[in-house]
């Protein structure tokens, strides 16, 4: 098992001036890096956002973590089961995985990133490791 296990989680919820706020999911919540996501479900809708693993909402921001608790298995198998059935069932599930890990190796511990177009990008740079 890593030392270190980066994972993708929700932030605290705050609201804009204009009254939207950024997340639907609950503060510290595993949540997946969809990636490019081809299906059309409605969760996947994701061009703009990560999905919540348990509960399955959506968060325009996440906050790159450190479980070093959790192994690559156990975390594949909460992308499995915290996807949507579509993307589960066309086996595009190892492609969240992915793309999750790939999002949270990308910047220290503590960043802040959003998603526009598909894709993760750093809007506040951490300081972990």
Do not use: H
């Not at 909460?78 to 890990?101: K, L, P, T, W």
């Amino acid at each position: 098992m890593e030392d270190i296990m980066k994972v993708l989680v929700a932030p605290p919820v705050t609201e804009g001036q204009d009254g939207s706020i950024n997340s639907m999911a609950i503060e510290g919540e595993l949540v997946i890096d969809p990636g490019p996501c081809s299906c059309d479900a409605r969760d996947c809708v994701g061009a703009f956002s990560f999905i919540g693993a348990a509960s399955g909402q959506l968060t325009t921001q996440a906050v790159i973590a450190d479980l070093p608790f959790l192994d690559i298995r156990e975390f594949r198998t909460i992308v499995v089961n915290g996807c949507c059935r579509e993307c589960g069932r066309d086996g595009y599930a190892d492609q969240m995985v992915r793309e999750s890990r790939f999002t949270a190796n990308r910047w220290p511990v503590g960043s802040v990133v959003g998603r526009r177009d598909g894709y993760a990008f750093l809007q506040e740079r951490g300081t972990g490791y």
